[in-house]
C-alpha cells in the first residue's frame, strides 16, 4: 500500500499523509494533472469523483463532484494558488453547496500543498491539509477524511500499473 504514514495535529491544524509510488515523479504528476485519471482515484471505493473543471494552473479551478453508493452526489472545489510542475501544487480545497460550486461557508475549507519528490524506488508524496482551526481539522476527522483519503490514494498504485 502507498500510504506509509499519517499524521493530524490539532495544534497545528494539519492533516499530513504520505506516501511511496513505484514510479517517477513525472508519471505520478500525471495523476492529478490528467482529470481522466484523477477520476479514478480520487474518491475511495465506492465513491467516483467526476471532474466538471480542471485547470492545474496558477489561479486555476477545479469542480468535480463524488458520488455515493446511493447516487447521492457531494460537490467540492479546488482553488489552485500555485504549481511547481512537476514537484509540488497548493490549492484551497472545499466543500461546494451543489452543482453551482458555490462554496458551503458551514463547511471546512482546508489549504493543501501536495508534494512529490523523487526517491531511490519512485516518487514520495506528501499531501498536507491545513484548516483554519482545531474545530475544522476534527470536523473532517469525524466525517471519515483518514479513512476516505488513505483508501484514495492507496488506489493510485493500480492506476500507475495499468
Known amino acids: 500500500m502507498p500510504v506509509t504514514d499519517v499524521q493530524h495535529d490539532l495544534d497545528a491544524l494539519t492533516l499530513t499523509i504520505t506516501a511511496d509510488f513505484a514510479a517517477p515523479v513525472e508519471r505520478v504528476?500525471?495523476?492529478?494533472?490528467?482529470?481522466?485519471?484523477?477520476?479514478?482515484?480520487?474518491?475511495?471505493?465506492?465513491?467516483?469523483a467526476t471532474f466538471v473543471d480542471h485547470d492545474l494552473s496558477e489561479g486555476g479551478r477545479m469542480t468535480y463532484y463524488m458520488t455515493g453508493p446511493e447516487g447521492e452526489k457531494y460537490y467540492s472545489y479546488w482553488n489552485v494558488v500555485e504549481v511547481h510542475e512537476?514537484?509540488?501544487?497548493?490549492?484551497?480545497?472545499?466543500?461546494?453547496?451543489?452543482?453551482?460550486?458555490?462554496?458551503?461557508?458551514?463547511?471546512?475549507?482546508?489549504?493543501?500543498?501536495?508534494?512529490?519528490s523523487g526517491t531511490a524506488d519512485g516518487t514520495r508524496a506528501t499531501f498536507i491539509a491545513t484548516y483554519g482551526s482545531a474545530e475544522a481539522l476534527q470536523q473532517v476527522l469525524d466525517m471519515g477524511a483518514v479513512e476516505g483519503s488513505t483508501q484514495a490514494i492507496n488506489q493510485i498504485d493500480d492506476l500507475l500499473a495499468s
Not at 504528476?29 to 467516483?48: H, I, M, S, T
Not at 501544487?89 to 458551503?104: C, I, Q, R, S, V
Request: no cysteine; hydrophobic share 35%; aromatic share 22%.
Open 29 to 48: 504528476w500525471q495523476v492529478y494533472a490528467d482529470p481522466r485519471q484523477l477520476e479514478r482515484v480520487w474518491g475511495p471505493p465506492g465513491w467516483p
Open 86 to 116: 512537476p514537484h509540488r501544487f497548493d490549492f484551497k480545497d472545499g466543500f461546494a453547496l451543489d452543482e453551482t460550486f458555490a462554496p458551503n461557508t458551514e463547511m471546512p475549507e482546508s489549504f493543501n500543498t501536495y508534494n512529490f
